[in-house]
């Protein structure tokens, strides 16, 4: 069982549905024993980081991931769930991230159309499982104003380019992060998924 956090800050029916599509068995939750229960989770959001963050905190959910993912347990983070694995964000105002990863999220740049909506084309930096039978330069749906611009270089998996190049894909060990949606993304995002399954099982 997948254990998608339902903390009031994610796209959750699409997403369902698309592990649903690969019979991967979900359920929405923030009950921490189904969290410490299931075999992998995913922080979905959309939204303020700010809120997102004080919402984890306010349910004791951000003790209970940063000790699931310490035991080695597959944490997935998608759009602003995958900014809340860092240490901080710049979004009106600072604020602390769960610091599972280090790394800062700071506002695309005004020399682009923010926020960034649509369909990008992702560039792979390593050879990793995660991008098993995708084509380099695959576009996938974005739909952010922030993104992360300090990290650690050996973390990233795949880059695209809006204002300079932004982390799409990134992995810390257990940790996985996505910028985009692979559940808004058709086929390449089920691939996505089905490669992340792989990853789980």
Not at 123 to 132: D, E, G, M, Q, R
Not at 150 to 173: F, H, M, W
């Amino acid at each position: 069982m997948i254990a998608i956090i339902d903390y009031g800050a994610g796209n959750i029916k699409s997403l369902q549905f698309a592990l649903s599509k690969l019979n991967m068995e979900s359920c929405l939750t923030t009950d921490p024993e189904k969290i410490k229960d299931s075999k992998a989770i995913i922080l979905p959001g959309v939204g303020a980081f700010k809120d997102a963050i004080a919402s984890l905190n306010q349910l004791g959910l951000s003790e209970v991931l940063k000790k699931e993912a310490a035991k080695g347990k597959p944490l997935i983070g998608i759009c602003l769930g995958m900014q809340l694995f860092y240490e901080r964000s710049f979004e009106d105002g600072k604020w602390e991230g769960l610091g599972l990863v280090k790394g800062n999220v700071r506002r695309i740049p005004d020399s682009v159309k923010v926020p960034h909506i649509g369909w990008n084309n992702i560039s792979a930096h390593t050879n990793s499982p995660l991008l098993k039978n995708i084509n380099n330069g695959a576009y996938v749906y974005f739909v952010h104003s922030y993104a992360v611009n300090k990290y650690q270089n050996n973390t990233l998996i795949a880059s695209t380019e809006y204002g300079g190049s932004i982390p799409a894909i990134v992995q810390q060990d257990n940790i996985v992060g996505m910028q985009f949606h692979p559940e808004k993304s058709g086929a390449v995002g089920l691939q996505l998924l089905q490669n992340l399954k792989e990853m789980i099982s």
